[in-house]
């Protein structure tokens, strides 16, 4: 039985001017590589061009992971057919790693049921770049993606995260969609007592890059504008 292919967790750039922070192993893999599957397809194309101009990229299958459509294989099933066939495929994130607040991990789990080897590779992360420049507790934390979008649910879930930072001392970590950072930010001061630190880590690894921690009362006296900022936050109850 023919061994089944790799699967390679693909790091892109946090920013389009943070091309030096991907390791040249990366360039390595992506040249093996002719089956992507990818958040972004556009996103995907232009960044595999900056990694090398040589690569041709209408040689290549870049495929959205998005699931089932029509009469297509879900990419799932994609998938596991390409490493059944023993080809390497690639997975990207539209920014970062792969599969930590993207569907990549869908594609993970599918290539461990048929036994392919799957090999992460070293990159930015968001989450944790903003976590160990924060001063946080980095010995116990919760990244909990996107909170409610409705008002009084997004309230709500500050408020039970920071009593769950107080009862655990856990750093709690979270996002936004970038043009509601700002109303976000102002939630969390409004509900959160004075004395909770809060991090702020937006444009991480580009030009504008931005990693404030203070508490409450001190970001209330002075706030940040956060519009369209790729963002990430952090809530630690004292």
């Known amino acids: 039985m023919e061994q089944p292919g790799k699967v390679y967790l693909i790091p892109t750039v946090l920013s389009p001017d943070a091309l030096h922070t991907i390791p040249s192993y990366i360039t390595a893999a992506v040249q093996k590589i002719s089956v992507f599957f990818v958040e972004n397809e556009r996103t995907a194309r232009r960044y595999l061009k900056a990694l090398d101009r040589s690569i041709n990229i209408d040689n ?15 990419d799932t099933e ?11 495929i690639g997975i990207m994130s539209e920014a970062g ?3 930590i607040a993207d569907p990549g991990h869908r594609i993970v789990l599918a290539a461990h049921s048929v036994d392919a080897p799957v090999i992460p590779m070293v990159g930015p992360n968001s ?3 903003a976590l ?13 993606g996107y909170l409610p979008v409705k008002p009084g649910e997004r309230v709500k879930a500050i408020k039970e995260l920071e009593v769950e930072s ?11 969609t970038p ?15 004075d004395t909770t630190l ?10 504008e890059e931005f990693i404030k921690t203070k508490t409450v009362k001190e970001w209330k006296q002075q706030l940040p504008e956060l519009h369209k900022r790729p963002a990430i936050f952090l809530l630690l109850a004292q």
């Open 166 to 176: 107080t009862r655990k001392h856990q750093t709690q970590m979270f996002i936004e």
């Open 198 to 207: 809060v991090c702020v880590a937006a444009d991480i690894t580009g030009p």
């Open 78 to 88: 994609q998938a596991k057919k390409f490493l059944l066939e023993g080809k390497d």
């Open 60 to 74: 290549l299958q870049i495929l959205l992971m998005q699931g089932a459509n029509g009469i297509q294989l879900s």
């Open 127 to 129: 989450m944790l770049m």
């Open 97 to 99: 790693c792969p599969a």
């Open 179 to 193: 043009y509601r950072n700002n109303h976000l930010l102002r939630d969390i001061l409004a509900t959160c007592k």
């Open 132 to 144: 160990i420049a924060s001063g946080m507790n980095g010995q116990n934390f919760q990244f909990v």
